[in-house]
Nanobody, 122 residues
Framework: QVHLVESGGGLVQAGDSLRLSCAASGLPFSRYAMGWFRQAPGKDREFVAVISQSGGTTYYADSMEGRLTISRDNAKNTVYLQMNSLKPEDTAVYYC???????????????WGQGTQVTVSS
């Protein structure tokens, strides 16, 4: 059974940084592209970032590019999302997801985590 478990969320102030982690189990992690998504209250889930199986290719949402770094450690079966200069509008539940084929921007992923809450106060 596949499990994706996000951690690292919390309450921060505008301008702060956070690093989210997503630990994967039950799948050949190094063969899956990993994505991060977010869903704010009352809004649809949206793409944030994706990283290829090797880590050599990344894509970011235009709205957050420049403030994000996605990375992965295949030895630890973990993907990370470093978020800097956080804004109140970044408040959302952040999800990680796994996809067997790397593409640019899509919502169609094979497996999803349960999410971690990020709240940014002004």
């Amino acid at each position: 059974q596949v499990h994706l478990v996000e951690s690292g969320g919390g309450l921060v102030q505008a301008g702060d940084s956070l690093r989210l982690s997503c630990a994967a189990s039950g799948l050949p992690f190094s063969r899956y592209a990993m994505g991060w998504f977010r869903q704010a209250p009352g809004k649809d889930r949206e793409f944030v970032a994706v990283i290829s199986q090797s880590g050599g290719t990344t894509y970011y949402a235009d709205s957050m590019e420049g403030r994000l770094t996605i990375s992965r450690d295949n030895a630890k079966n973990t993907v990370y999302l470093q978020m800097n200069s956080l804004k109140p509008e970044d408040t959302a539940v952040y999800y990680c997801a796994a996809r067997s084929v790397m593409v640019g921007v899509t919502m169609k992923y094979d497996y999803w985590g349960q999410g971690t809450q990020v709240t940014v106060s002004s």
